[in-house]
């Protein structure tokens, strides 16, 4: 009887065991997702004429991670794509699941002498379907070469500041700040970026990626 008694008090106890052991590993909490931040650019962040893993969206997602950023990053830049090309294939670009977009288009429809206003217009469009599904947007700015002449210069450098007041994004103001115009950064065509081109744009634009990161993690915790 005491044998039996016995038995049936350790195999309660395990049974307790058991029992608390699968609570906790239904209630612990699961590892968060990793943020997703999709580059919706043109060639120059794509990464025209460089090896895979010298482009923008893959030298910032290595940085982020040796930071210790839980972190994804998709390369959705198109060589030659304008602010039109870019609001037509937003869709398909920027999938479900996107937590932040770097918006970098624009540079194309400077060089062509595209209609400062048509380019204003769809970079807004962009950005508001983008916040629509509560992506978040660093805007980061480009500026028309002198050659255009200092009305259209004045035009359309402004739009990118002014969308970024208005719609209270993240912005940097020149996404080839310290790499335009300098012949050891650039390929030779004097215009894209070379490898150590895009490490000067990360190492520039750094500080707001980071903000955004933190912009994303807010939004999360707002909602639980």
Not at 32 to 59: E, N
Not at 91 to 99: I, N
Not at 103 to 131: M, V, Y
């Amino acid at each position: 009887m005491r044998t039996h008694l016995g038995q049936m008090v350790r195999l309660l106890i395990v049974f307790n065991l058991f029992l608390a052991g699968a609570i906790t590993s239904l209630f612990a909490a699961t590892p968060a997702a990793p943020i997703r931040i999709v580059v919706l650019g043109d060639s120059l962040s794509a990464g025209y004429g460089l090896p895979p893993g010298d482009a923008f969206p893959v030298q910032l997602e290595r940085r982020l991670k040796e930071k210790g950023a839980h972190i994804e990053i998709a390369n959705a830049g198109v060589s030659g794509d304008t602010t039109a090309g870019g609001l037509a294939r937003l869709d398909w670009a920027v999938p479900d699941g996107t937590d932040a977009v770097i918006l970098e288009l624009g540079a194309n429809d400077a060089l062509r002498g595209l209609d400062p206003a048509r380019a204003r217009s769809n970079l807004e469009a962009i950005i508001t379907r983008l916040k629509a599904k509560d992506i978040d947007v660093l805007l980061a700015g480009m500026m028309a070469p002198g050659n255009m002449g200092e009305q259209y210069a004045n035009t359309f450098n402004a739009i990118f500041p002014d969308l970024a007041a208005k719609h209270g994004l993240i912005f940097y103001p020149f996404f080839l700040q310290g790499v335009a115009l300098r012949h050891n950064l650039n390929l030779g065509d004097g215009i894209h970026p070379n490898g150590k081109g895009v490490a000067t744009i990360v190492d520039g634009i750094m500080p707001k990626v980071e903000e955004l990161i933190a912009r994303v993690k807010a939004r999360r915790t707002e909602r639980g």
